[in-house]
């Protein structure tokens, strides 16, 4: 099966958890998109803002791996605060500014609305945008 090609949107500080910790949540901790991504399949992360609510805003790619497992897995955080979390191991990579990339990528339909995709969270993309935003982040 060939590998799919994935956007998670998540704050800057809740992606460099994931790194540190190896993993990727989606959708507030919900396993339901999760469960569409398999191992090998390319996951980018874009931070729209630093902090969840209270942050600045980004705009950028801000972290890039590949889906290390095949099942969500679930981590106590708090007493009532039971993620699904997924395996991912991150490449070396630098932050990328989304707004240079616009034009090559086919998911943005609408360079004066390019930010409504990543409103969905977590999404697919095809492996020519993968490729434009990993060599972006990369070189």
Not at 8 to 20: D, F
């Amino acid at each position: 099966m060939a590998a799919s090609y994935w956007v998670n949107t998540v704050s800057l500080e809740h992606v460099e958890l994931g790194v540190e910790g190896g993993f990727t949540q989606a959708e507030h901790g919900s396993d339901t998109k999760l469960r569409k991504l398999r191992r090998g399949d390319g996951l980018v992360f874009y931070s729209p803002r630093t902090a969840m609510r209270s942050g600045r805003p980004l705009r950028q790619f801000t972290a890039l791996g590949t889906i290390a497992d095949d099942e969500p897995y679930r981590v106590k955080v708090r007493p009532d605060f039971v993620p699904w979390r997924l395996k991912v191991d991150f490449e070396q990579a630098h932050p990328a500014e989304a707004g240079e990339l616009l034009e090559q990528l086919s998911f943005i339909t609408d360079v004066r609305q390019w930010g409504v995709p990543f409103r969905q969270g977590l999404f697919e993309i095809g492996a020519d945008d993968f490729a434009v935003i990993r060599s972006a982040m990369t070189s």
